[in-house]
């Protein structure tokens, strides 16, 4: 495999997401991707979004993405100030970008004969092949219920402790949760517009760098 950085929740954290970059080494040839939730809550979506399409990196489509998007659908709908902020801020190639976001990306194995490594921002439903995986799964799943069931809610297990395979899973979105280390998942949202950090996977070696958040932007 091509030397991968996959990049945990941005949310706008633009400063971070240099600084993560630069304690990962971060040069030509290197492939950039990220989770999702590239934009909002954090102070420069619009920053982040320029130096992805700069860079050619790859992303697959979060939540926050997805609510961005459609409220930049619908121009004439109040919103709170912040969000509208965030549509104010963003140049139609910035909405190009997000909107060509697919809702998972294929890696391709790390090594001849290992599982492929697949990116995704909220979960998978374990025993249901990536191509068949429901939309609202892709950007919001967090746990699936005692009776088998996907919540998008904590509650029951984390999904990735019940994920088998085949596929390596990549994904973010559960702060709460924050790092998860399951045999085939990994779960990069470490919280960083929180307070928390930003952390990515660098593969294939399987190395895992952070850094500290600059601030608190938003709270719990």
Not at 11 to 21: K, N
Not at 119 to 127: K, L, T
Request: hydrophobic share 40%; net charge negative.
């Amino acid at each position: 495999m091509q030397r991968t950085i996959v990049v945990g929740d941005v949310h706008g954290c633009a400063d971070e997401l240099q600084d993560l970059l630069r304690a990962c080494g971060y040069g030509k040839g290197d492939r950039l991707v990220l989770v999702g939730d590239l934009v909002a809550k954090g102070p420069d979506s619009q920053g982040v979004l320029q130096f992805l399409r700069e860079e050619g990196a790859l992303a697959v489509l979060g939540n926050h993405d997805n609510h961005a998007l459609k409220a930049h659908g619908h121009p004439n709908k109040e919103l709170k100030a912040e969000r509208q902020i965030l549509l104010d801020t963003l140049e139609k190639a910035d909405w190009d970008y997000l909107d060509a976001l697919p809702l998972f990306l294929r890696l391709g194995p790390e090594k001849t004969g290992d599982a492929d490594t697949v990116v995704v921002h909220g979960g998978v439903v374990p025993g249901v092949p990536i191509e068949k995986q429901e939309r609202e799964h892709f950007l919001t799943l967090r746990s699936i219920r005692e009776d088998g069931t996907p919540s998008k809610k904590i509650e029951g297990r984390p999904w990735a402790a019940v994920w088998k395979g085949p596929e390596r899973i990549v994904f973010g979105h559960d702060a709460v949760r924050g790092l998860q280390q399951e045999p085939m998942a990994t779960g990069l949202d470490t919280g960083c517009v929180y307070g928390g950090k930003l952390t990515a996977l660098l593969l294939p070696e399987r190395k895992l760098v952070s850094v500290s958040a600059r601030k608190s932007y938003v709270a719990w």
